[in-house]
């Protein structure tokens, strides 16, 4: 098959742990390896972000990525990229020229918006253009979570549910998220579950481990934005040091830049700031980003990876914490209730809750025994349900059955062609006309 990602903000080629950065960038850029691996032809579109990068960027036989310009060419916090929504699509379209994909895969709602409007220019002509959509992140659940902190557009409330009910199949990536989207007006019989995936060959419980600076060691990793919980975390040190486990570290991986960056970052600042009035500031290190490749090391140095987000829409760091042999602590949020399996890999506790992150980190730091059991059970569920071979292979079904469901309506145009055994299906149908009645 021929397919098109589009992902408006997070590049598969971007570095990882900045404030845009993260989880998406590490999804797309996997997937479409796996999919590549897989015989596809794929193509990555992602906004330019920068005047020096190329217009195209081959990453292996079979998967390439396309800067597409769409606004300034520079840095642009993803929830100010709407109005720009409309010149990717133009870019999208045009790059596709008389030859548009076999499916296109959109990542982030945004993204959705885009990939429904440069489809739509094909509707009519008899060789429409199917939309699978991927959010990643749901507004209902960051306005529930965030309130007023939310910095997404307006727009947001009605566009996103709208993409969801335009586009031909959603692809979630936990059973929480099925929730939300029926709760948005989204049918569930055009939902499909296929989580995120870890890479096995890079996250494995063989290698060296980083060199501790106390007997215990706990780690937390992901941007420094409040909803990830790290100051959750931070609280939790009294705790356990009042119950008798004071020699323990806890070190935070993610941010913009080294440690010396984060000396700008208001979020590192205030963790700072809390370490220092709870006492245990020479407890807690603020890493930084780390490269891709030294963090196995970072997380097989740990007794635990601790978790505590206010919400996680999936959360890839737990499945790369289980592949490296080592229990998680993860709130019950989420994609985490899916991936961290109570007593089983790991310690599941109530959400914002720094008493029950102490005492669970306090039951794995007391019990060797227990930690490892956890650990192996961790490693086996991973590599047997979260590879991102498995994950490819999963998307490509679902790929296969919405061209196979479509295909059979009735009211599809002529000129569909046989290519490479599947048929190139009429999956656009009445495209944006389902959204609302409103134009793009």
């Not at 998967?63 to 060419?73: F, K, M, Q, R």
């Not at 006492?279 to 140095?301: K, N």
């Not at 506790?349 to 980190?361: C, E, L, Q, T, Y």
């Not at 292979?393 to 295909?407: D, G, M, P, R, V």
Request: aromatic share 4%; hydrophobic share 40%; charged share 25%.
């Amino acid at each position: 098959m021929k397919i098109s990602m589009v992902s408006e903000h997070a590049s598969p080629l971007a570095a990882l742990g900045g404030v845009d950065a993260g989880g998406q960038n590490v999804h797309v850029a996997a997937l479409s390896v796996a999919l590549a691996g897989r015989g596809h032809d794929v193509t990555v579109y992602t906004r330019r972000d920068s005047s020096d990068l190329p217009e195209r960027v081959r990453v292996q036989p079979g998967l390439e990525v396309v800067h597409v310009s769409a606004g300034p060419a520079e840095h642009i916090p993803k929830d100010e990229l709407l109005p720009y929504m409309s010149v990717l699509a133009d870019g999208l379209a045009a790059d596709w020229g008389d030859h548009p994909p076999d499916v296109v895969h959109a990542h982030f709602w945004m993204s959705g918006v885009a990939a429904l409007d440069a489809a739509r220019r094909f509707d009519g002509g008899g060789y429409p253009v199917p939309v699978v959509q991927t959010f990643h992140a749901l507004g209902t659940v960051k306005r529930r979570h965030q309130g007023p902190q939310d910095t997404s557009p307006a727009e947001r409330a009605w566009l996103e549910p709208s993409v969801g009910r335009a586009v031909d199949r959603v692809i979630a990536t936990c059973s929480d998220e099925l929730f939300e989207l029926k709760t948005m007006g989204v049918s569930g019989s055009k939902v499909s579950i296929a989580p995120c995936g870890v890479d096995l060959d890079l996250f494995c419980a063989t290698g060296p481990a980083e060199a501790r600076g106390r007997r215990h060691r706990i780690i937390s990793v992901g941007r420094l934005v409040p909803r990830k919980g790290v100051d959750l975390v931070i609280r939790a040190l009294p705790l356990l040091r009042a119950a008798g486990i004071d020699d323990i570290e806890l070190i935070v991986v993610g941010g913009a830049g080294d440690s010396h960056a984060l000396d700008a970052d208001p979020e590192a600042r205030r963790l700072l700031a809390l370490s220092r009035e709870l006492g245990v500031e020479d407890r807690v290190t603020l890493r930084g980003q780390v490269p891709r490749d030294s963090m196995p090391a970072v997380l097989r140095s740990a007794d635990a990876i601790i978790c505590a987000p206010w919400y996680e829409p999936f959360g890839i760091v737990p499945l790369e914490a289980m592949a490296c042999g080592i229990p998680v602590v993860a709130a019950a949020v989420g994609g985490l209730i899916d991936t961290v399996v109570d007593r089983s890999t790991g310690l599941q506790v109530p959400p914002m809750n720094p008493s029950a992150i102490a005492d669970a980190v306090g039951e794995l730091l007391r019990d060797a025994t227990l930690r490892a059991r956890l650990g192996r059970a961790g490693q086996a569920r991973v590599r047997s349900r979260y590879s991102w071979e498995r994950v490819a292979a999963e998307t490509e079904k679902f790929y296969q059955n919405t061209l196979s469901s479509l295909l059979s309506r009735a009211d599809l145009p002529r000129g569909y062609r046989h290519r490479e055994g599947l048929y190139r299906g009429g999956l656009y149908g009445e495209g944006l006309h389902r959204m609302e009645g409103t134009a793009l």
